[in-house]
């Protein structure tokens, strides 16, 4: 019985052993210890909302884009710091600070040749405008290399690679504040404004018999999803480059929504703020800027309310591991 005892014994603590070897224990210095890392991030934003084309390459092959790309994009950076679970399984923890853009202005090209008043980009470029959003986001995510995770760790040749895929899901929480271009018509000189404060949609009027939407929060949260490429170049560096998603809980990332306010409903809410009533009608309205004296009728869609905002990075990432390797694990030495 006490054989018998013990043999059950020496079993678990071997399969405990073996455990630890490969969930625990840093004994595969030439795969990817577990631990911390610190990186910093820095690239390219997109927003995808109401404002500017439905098309995706309507906007990249538009001249009105293609002919200013300075003035069209917009840059996010941060910084992470990541900790390492097991080879090529990693959650992240980051900020980062950037700005997005976009404006019906990319329609352009389509709206010049549509055959109808009533076409998509015809109808978007005489909507006439446009957002730049400042965010703050903090993350988490969980960093997956499949070649590496699920490969042999100590022998096999897909771990060892210095070139490695990996995929990110997770989620943000975020603030963000949309401005929009105002033109002064005397000097003809632009300046950005805030939207939110101006209700461009009504938000917050208090009408009987209409129900306006609430005003919205300035804070969201998103699902994240994306992929990526690193390359390691030493024992505790990184180079990579990633394209991460995010599918925002917020329709108002460009401050476009539902639809567009009664007049003398906004000339009410604003009766004791006279400034700030004649910028909340240039701003909720710019038709008329392209043509003048003309109003887009209360009640007609200024945004489409059915789908909520999404914004994008693509970023070039330099990764620090704090616990360097004892040898890089693309070589054959064991």
Do not use: C
Request: neutral net charge.
């Amino acid at each position: 019985m006490a054989f018998g005892f013990n043999t059950v014994i020496s079993d678990k603590a071997q399969a405990q052993v073996i455990q630890d070897k490969y969930w625990g224990q840093w004994d595969i210095p030439y795969v990817e210890q577990r631990g911390w890392s610190l990186g910093w991030n820095i690239g390219l934003a997109d927003m995808w909302g109401d404002v500017g084309t439905y098309k995706l390459m309507d906007k990249y092959t538009s001249k009105k884009y293609t002919g200013d790309i300075l003035k069209n994009i917009r840059g996010m950076g941060g910084m992470y710091a990541k900790y390492t679970h097991i080879p090529g399984l990693g959650f992240r923890i980051g900020v980062n600070y950037g700005k997005v853009y976009a404006t019906d202005e990319w329609n352009y090209d389509k709206a010049i040749v549509a055959k109808s008043i009533t076409e998509d980009p015809y109808q978007r470029y005489i909507r006439n405008l446009d957002a730049n959003t400042t965010i703050w986001e903090g993350s988490f995510l969980i960093e997956l290399a499949p070649l590496r995770t699920f490969s042999n760790w100590e022998f096999g040749k897909m771990a060892k690679m210095r070139f490695q895929p990996y995929i990110l899901l997770g989620a943000t929480g975020f603030y963000f504040n949309p401005r929009g271009t105002f033109t002064d018509l005397v000097t003809n000189q632009e300046k950005w404004v805030d939207l939110r404060e101006l209700r461009t949609e009504g938000q917050g009027f208090v009408v009987e018999g209409k129900e306006y939407p609430k005003p919205y929060s300035v804070f969201s949260y998103a699902v994240a999803g994306g992929i990526g490429f690193k390359w390691d170049i030493g024992t505790g560096l990184s180079l990579g480059v990633e394209y991460l998603m995010r599918y925002t809980f917020t329709d108002y990332l460009d401050d476009a929504s539902g639809a567009y306010a009664d007049v003398n409903h906004r000339d009410i809410a604003f009766m004791d703020r006279l400034n700030k009533q004649y910028m909340s009608q240039r701003m909720s309205d710019k038709s008329r800027e392209l043509i003048p004296g003309y109003v887009n009728p209360a009640g007609k869609l200024r945004g489409n309310p059915d789908d909520n905002d999404m914004f994008s990075s693509i970023s070039l990432n330099l990764t620090w591991k704090v616990k360097w390797r004892e040898i890089g694990w693309w070589s054959n030495r064991r």
